[in-house]
């Protein structure tokens, strides 16, 4: 089945230790996204590449750094984790905007 | 500005019982419109959409949503919930101008008692 897969589910880093997240799509879509969700809230869009072309969400902060390989691959850089970057971070993909998006399973991060 | 509003924050209801959630947005045009399931520690599952057309739009998992225009909302129904239905619920608006974001709600965390 097609679909967007996510590792690792769960992610332990400890404070200011750079941690890298992966996402990738068997979709063949040309939009990946980046959400950043914490508990009780609504996932909160961090940027999103269509195809090579990024775009950064004005209040994403500097911390945190993106990289799209190829079309199947979109990576989450965060620098310097801070304690109030632990959350759940959600990929999506979607062929297009306007179009529907396709949330992986999420990554789990903690920080120590 | 353009804004999506859930305002049931908890709802509960008992196992078999008939569930409405409540979805209303804020936008000029008519937006595209989704719902989205989350369980505990997991991503989110598309329930359904609404581009156009007939404006009751059938879902996953016996879920159905009306779109309505004079209401500007588009609420998720289902007949008979189940305690798997037991999750959180995004309504979510993508405004079809081309900015590749939706308006997510602050979701509804649904509670189903056996």
């Known amino acids: 089945d097609a679909m967007v897969i996510q590792n690792p589910r769960y992610q332990v880093t400890q404070f200011g230790k750079p941690v890298t997240l992966s996402c990738s799509q068997t979709l063949n879509h040309n939009v990946m996204y980046w959400y950043q969700q914490k508990s009780s809230q609504a996932p909160k869009l961090l940027f999103h590449?269509?195809?090579?072309?990024?775009?950064n969400e004005a209040d994403t902060p500097d911390n945190f750094q993106s990289r799209r390989p190829n079309t199947s691959f979109c990576f989450l850089d965060i620098r310097s984790p801070g304690l109030g970057d632990a959350a759940m971070y959600l990929c999506?993909?979607?062929?297009?905007?306007?179009?529907?998006?396709?949330f992986g399973p999420g990554t789990r991060l903690l920080v120590l | 500005a353009q804004s999506v509003t859930q305002p049931d924050i908890h709802i509960t209801v008992s196992e078999g019982a008939s569930l409405e959630l409540r979805c209303n947005y804020s936008y000029g045009a008519t937006p595209y419109l989704f719902w989205y399931v989350q369980s505990p520690g997991q991503g989110l599952q598309l329930l359904l959409k609404y581009f156009s057309g007939d404006t009751l739009v059938q879902g996953i998992k016996g879920f159905e949503a009306e779109f309505k225009r004079s209401q500007s909302s588009f609420n998720l129904r289902k007949p008979s919930v189940h305690w798997s239905d037991a999750a959180e619920y995004f309504c979510?608006?993508?405004?079809?101008?081309?900015?590749?974001?939706?308006?997510f709600g602050t979701g509804t965390r649904l509670k189903v008692l056996a």
């Open positions: 979510a608006v993508d405004t079809t101008s081309g900015t590749y974001k939706y308006i």
């Open positions: 999506a993909t979607s062929r297009d905007a306007g179009e529907t998006q396709y």
């Open positions: 590449y269509y195809d090579k072309d990024f775009n």
